[in-house]
């Protein structure tokens, strides 16, 4: 009994903790920038591998776009257009990631990885890597998929996320997506990180609900297809532009 009274202080505890330390939006919100927005030609995948790198970079190609993938293995990547440019590299390596990022107009991140344990900062550290080529280069936007249950969007994962998932198998790492808010937010690119719920491999619906969204409750779910189809919709679009959207089937 004492022990399950301790586990559920430091679950709560550490929900305060990373709804303190993530983005977290202005009381008064930032104006968008009203610059005129052109649709950006090139963009660069980073996590392209993945389960929503590979939708990010199919969509994209679908869009018109000239795309480059970031991968550490091509093989995984199982597609290929006359648009895709495959880059080998890595996050944590700053001279390819400059590479991939040099020439872009926009950069899409979906990085993850499964290194739960021991505490890594695959995350943070990548993904100033990828802030830091962007600023030198002048590569204006980046959209950053992080995940709901970080800053003001803590607890919107569920009970089952907040008092088991989370506090039990991903405080690690979502403690390293709190840094990763925080790097992207203090950048001077033109940034919105987008926080889907519990991802799936469903198709792409175009019909999905985003802003403040998410449950205290239940665990909301999204399709990496849909998280996809929203992110590239932020490409040419200042409604969240410095902020960070939740979006959940
Ligand atoms: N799973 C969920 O339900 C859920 C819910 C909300 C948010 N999210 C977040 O959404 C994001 C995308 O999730 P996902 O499941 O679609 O992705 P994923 O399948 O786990 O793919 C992650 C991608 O990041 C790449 N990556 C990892 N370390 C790298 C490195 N050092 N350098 C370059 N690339 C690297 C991986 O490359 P390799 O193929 O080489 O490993 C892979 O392409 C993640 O941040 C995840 O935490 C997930």
Known sequence: MTLLLLFLLYAIALTVALAVAGYRSPETPVAPAGAARGRPARVLVVGASGGTGRQLVAQALERGLEVTALVRKPSRLTISHPRLTVIVGDVLDPPSVAEAVAGQDAVLSALGHKRFYPPSRILSDGTRNVLRAMEAHRV??????????????????????????IPL????YYWDKTRQERAIASSSVEWTIVRPGLLTNGPKRGRYRHGRVGSFLWTVRVSRADVADFMLNQLDSDTYLRAAPGVCG
């Open 169 to 172: 198998v991903l405080p690690f």
């Open 140 to 165: 204006p936007r980046f959209v950053c998929e992080t995940s709901l249950g970080i800053g003001d969007s803590a607890g919107r994962l569920g009970l089952y996320y907040t008092f088991f998932t």
